[in-house]
């Protein structure tokens, strides 16, 4: 099976999506929504080790990377319009299925 060739409106979709600075902070998010530190790592795919160095000061501190914040990011457009989102596309997007 070969793959699929992209359209026009497929290719104008990666280069927004892949231009957007879409971005939120793990400061940001924190105080956004009363999460735990525990929460952001799920959502980041991170250690606890290195969430706590993104909320650290001094040289103990560690800058989140690009895509930790894009994570938060999507995940605070999640959280404010999950009840706008379809239900079918609910369950495609957060499927188990091929996990």
């Known amino acids: 099976?070969?793959?699929?060739?992209?359209?026009?409106?497929?290719?104008?979709?990666?280069?927004?999506?892949?231009?957007?600075?879409?971005?939120?902070?793990?400061?940001?998010f924190y105080s956004k929504w009363q999460v735990n530190q525990e929460a952001i790592a799920l959502i980041c795919a991170r250690s606890m080790s290195t969430?706590?160095?993104?909320?650290?000061?001094?040289?103990?501190y560690r800058r989140p990377m690009h895509n930790d914040v894009r994570h938060l990011a999507l995940m605070d457009f999640l959280l404010q319009h999950?009840?706008?989102?379809p239900e079918e596309l609910k369950n495609r997007l957060c499927s188990k299925e091929g996990q």
């Open 1 to 28: 099976m070969s793959p699929r060739p992209l359209t026009e409106r497929e290719q104008t979709l990666i280069d927004l999506y892949g231009y957007c600075q879409l971005g939120m902070t793990p400061q940001q």
């Open 51 to 60: 969430v706590r160095c993104w909320f650290k000061r001094g040289q103990s």
């Open 82 to 85: 999950w009840e706008d989102i």
